[in-house]
């Protein structure tokens, strides 16, 4: 979303209060101020707004903003006057040529632009991995013993219909996975690799045979899956967890670690709530000697 369409001024509250320049300004000055801010916001480009040639009705470039800006604002033009004479002074607004701008504005709206881009891009690059990731399918995992599957379950399934059974089952877990990581790098092979470890430790874990999470057990692992990857990107949670790449959580150590810390997270905050419940104390307590 463009910033000039956003519902609201982002306005930085402690810049705000703290500006030396600003603060020099009088009472009615910033109250200008704040007006002219709200209209930059709904300009176009955002934080500038353009004198143009129909506007330029003196000599003077700060009355002729005056005297546009008088049209917009509830102040008398003596009062938008020597704001905007006392505010271009002090730098809070500058001039670019026929443009009057708000630098931290602008500024903003550049950055906001360039990150725009970059999202762009990295949604592209998100999109192609993704779908070369699920063109991958079971090349990508030779040690899968096809002849085994096809034995445990007495030649129920072709060896085309379990490669194409894998291969769903470890694209549904890269888009849980993607649902919380969207900027992640897919590395095809590694990933896929790694993802089907994580459904057969899932499936160990669960006591369950490897071969049900093909079918009967999809949308269990799905699920499980799902609580883990939400619980390494909360919001809470530590960079380290946050940033973790499938082929870490994938190992036997890695996914147990991240089982018992969401087994004992818990437990531990009840501690630490009980702690703090039993240091409090009753109001009459406080003031007793």
């Not at 030779?142 to 085309?160: A, G, H, L, M, T």
């Not at 849980?176 to 499936?203: M, N, Q």
Request: a neutral charge.
């Amino acid at each position: 979303m463009a910033r000039k369409d956003l519902p609201y001024l982002p306005l930085y509250v402690q810049d705000y209060l703290t500006d030396e320049r600003l603060n020099e300004c009088s009472p009615s000055t910033q109250g200008v101020y704040i007006k002219v801010m709200c209209i930059l916001h709904k300009s176009t480009p955002y934080g500038k707004i353009l004198l143009k040639q129909n506007d330029k009705q003196t000599e003077s470039k700060i009355k002729n903003f005056a005297i546009k800006f008088a049209k917009h604002l509830p102040f008398e033009l003596p009062v938008i006057l020597a704001a905007l004479d006392e505010l271009i002074r002090e730098e809070c607004l500058r001039f670019d040529g026929d443009f009057i701008y708000q630098k931290r504005m602008v500024d903003d709206a550049e950055l906001s632009i360039t990150r725009s881009k970059s999202g762009s891009e990295g949604g592209k690059r998100t999109q192609k991995s993704k779908r070369d990731f699920a063109k991958a399918k079971i090349k990508a995992n030779p040690d899968i013993d096809i002849e085994y599957i096809i034995r445990v379950f007495n030649c129920e399934f072709s060896e085309k219909e379990i490669i194409n059974y894998y291969a769903m089952i470890v694209k549904e877990m890269m888009d849980v996975f993607l649902k919380y990581r969207p900027t992640y790098e897919i590395l095809i092979e590694e990933d896929y690799h790694s993802l089907l470890e994580i459904a057969y430790t899932i499936a160990e874990r669960k006591g369950w045979d490897k071969k049900e999470i093909l079918v009967i057990k999809k949308s269990c692992l799905l699920e499980s899956w799902e609580k883990v990857v939400e619980w390494l990107t909360g919001e809470k949670q530590v960079e380290y967890y946050k940033t973790m790449p499938l082929d870490k959580i994938c190992t036997k150590k890695g996914f147990r670690d991240i089982q018992e810390r969401m087994k004992t997270t818990p437990i531990l905050s009840e501690i630490k709530l009980k702690q703090m419940e039993s240091k409090r104390i009753t109001h009459e307590q406080y003031f007793e000697e």
